[in-house]
T-cell receptor, first 114, second 112 residues
Framework: ETGVTQSPTHLIKTRGQQVTLRCSSQ?????VSWYQQALGQGPQFIFQ???????GRGNFPPRFSGLQFPNYSSELNVNALELDDSALYLC?????????????FGPGTRLLVL | GDSVTQMEGPVTLSEEAFLTINCTYT??????LFWYVQYPGEGLQLLLK?????DKGSNKGFEATYRKETTSFHLEKGSVQVSDSAVYFC???????????FGQGTRLTINP
């Protein structure tokens, strides 16, 4: 087991730019969920991918999009960055979509938008 | 809508003190409830859970009881250690959706 890894660890962008964040799942996990954690707040659900298909989405605009690959790794893409997108972005993998008890979180990518 | 509310922090205690972090939820039905912990520089870790009313979750000396009468899931520990310093999040499942809803987190600092 290698755990959930995310890259990069830190990133600085300017308003209007685009960013791609990456997540490698725990071995054997086919589900990935992405969360946004603003400073001093709890994580907020962005979306979930299960077997390469989006399987649920939170209240985030379409400029937040994702992909899941055949090896179950995942990307989060954010277009037209806004200052409020500055946050810690967490991914979590699990065995099944509702497998919260088997869900492992990565350490996150901290994004700063200037 | 369905939400989770935690006591505001930060909370600072001395080693071996008793800890309570309050958590209440609004919900229809009886959602599964969780406590997560986030140590500095690490990802969120599931600390404990309870899936139905009157269940008690426990792990690493921490306990929380699912109380439907008060819609609460308070986290307790009888004797905290410096290593318990972290941010603690209460969370619940949204019924029918594949997601967790988190409280805003409570930062706990334990002084030796």
């Amino acid at each position: 087991e290698t755990g959930v890894t995310q890259s990069p660890t830190h990133l600085i962008k300017t308003r209007g730019q685009q960013v791609t964040l990456r997540c490698s799942s725990q071995s054997g996990h086919n589900t990935v969920s992405w969360y946004q954690q603003a400073l001093g707040q709890g994580p907020q659900f962005i979306f979930q991918y299960y077997r390469e298909e989006e399987n649920g989405r939170g209240n985030f605009p379409p400029r937040f999009s994702g992909l899941q690959f055949p090896n179950y790794s995942s990307e989060l893409n954010v277009n037209a960055l806004e200052l409020d997108d500055s946050a810690l972005y967490l991914c979590a993998s699990s065995l099944v979509p509702t497998g919260f008890e088997t869900q492992y979180f990565g350490p996150g990518t901290r994004l700063l938008v200037l | 809508g369905d939400s989770v509310t935690q006591m505001e922090g930060p909370v600072t205690l001395s080693e071996e003190a008793f800890l309570t972090i309050n958590c209440t939820y609004t919900a229809t039905g009886y959602p599964s409830l969780f406590w997560y912990v986030q140590y500095p520089g690490e990802g969120l870790q599931l600390l404990l859970k309870a899936t139905k009313a009157d269940d008690k979750g426990s792990n690493k000396g921490f306990e929380a009881t699912y109380r439907k009468e008060t819609t609460s899931f308070h986290l307790e520990k009888g004797s905290v250690q410096v290593s318990d310093s972290a941010v603690y999040f209460c969370a619940r499942i949204i019924q029918g959706a594949q997601k967790l809803v988190f409280g805003q987190g409570t930062r706990l600092t334990i002084n030796p």
